[in-house]
């Protein structure tokens, strides 16, 4: 019984004084509940349930939940995701980051209703960039177009936006356009080497599609020196010294 109470605290009311005070109640009767122990041996609260009792009573669900998707904990960060929803049924973000919990399970269609009702609830960079990410899954490329650029204009660092939009207009084989996008991320907007890596191929990649071969083989060293694990660059620069490539080899840009 304190063991469900410490779970309704800590789920439903994000209050961690009453959640720890129910989960010491509980280790009265059994020390495997004491915090820091192993409480999923005792077979009553599951791995994920112990991780929580180190965090900080301030963060409310939805920001847990987000730290969880970005962590790639998708089952549990659904959950709390829900359960935020449940006390706030128009927050816009929750529906988004319940989209994007869905779009990394391959549910598309639920995926959907989430990204609209959260960019209909508010729109923003985050929900527009979601339901953008949407349509491109989608194919719908000229929706997604219109909603990236309108989260840039919003949010002009928002790097994640800026990518995206500049792989719509690759995919779009508007290589001039993709080539603004990424010149002005990679000028303007701060990052690691990886993520650096990423748009410097891109930006040969949109080299190769305007016939520039010599600055597409000189983005892809770039790319490649930059950061030696991002493979796709590797790959993209061995095509082009093992000789001449077409379209049907296989440059890639890297996508959304």
């Not at 509980?26 to 929580?52: I, V």
């Not at 989209?99 to 209703?113: E, K, N, Q």
Request: charged fraction near 25%; glycine fraction near 6%; aromatic fraction near 14%.
């Amino acid at each position: 019984s304190e063991l469900e109470q410490a779970k309704i605290y800590f789920y439903d009311f994000s209050n961690e004084e009453q959640f720890k005070k129910h989960l010491d109640q509980a280790a009265k009767f059994s020390p495997a509940f004491r915090l820091g122990s192993n409480l999923s041996q005792a077979g009553r609260l599951d791995s994920h349930f112990e991780s929580w009792i180190k965090t900080s009573p301030n963060v409310n669900l939805r920001d847990r939940a987000f730290s969880l998707l970005f962590q790639k904990r998708i089952t549990l960060a659904l959950e709390l995701f829900l359960k935020h929803l449940e006390r706030y049924p128009n927050d816009a973000w929750t529906h988004s980051g319940i989209a994007t919990v869905y779009i990394l399970m391959g549910d598309l269609d639920t995926a959907g209703r989430f990204a609209k009702k959260g960019y209909q609830l508010d729109e923003e960079e985050y929900t527009a960039s979601i339901l953008a990410y949407y349509y491109s899954l989608r194919q719908k490329h000229k929706k997604a177009l219109i909603l990236y650029t309108r989260a840039v204009q919003w949010n002009s660092g928002y790097l994640i936006a800026h990518f995206n939009l500049g792989c719509v207009y690759l995919t779009l084989q508007r290589f001039k356009k993709a080539l603004q996008v990424f010149e002005k991320i990679d000028q303007s907007l701060p990052m690691n080497n990886y993520m650096r890596a990423k748009v410097v191929n891109n930006i040969g990649y949109a080299y190769w599609g305007l016939g520039r071969q010599d600055k597409a083989i000189e983005k892809f060293q770039e790319a490649v020196a930059l950061s030696s694990k991002f493979t796709t660059a590797r790959d993209n620069l061995e095509q082009f010294l093992s000789g001449q490539p077409s379209e049907k080899d296989g440059v890639k840009a890297l996508g959304q």
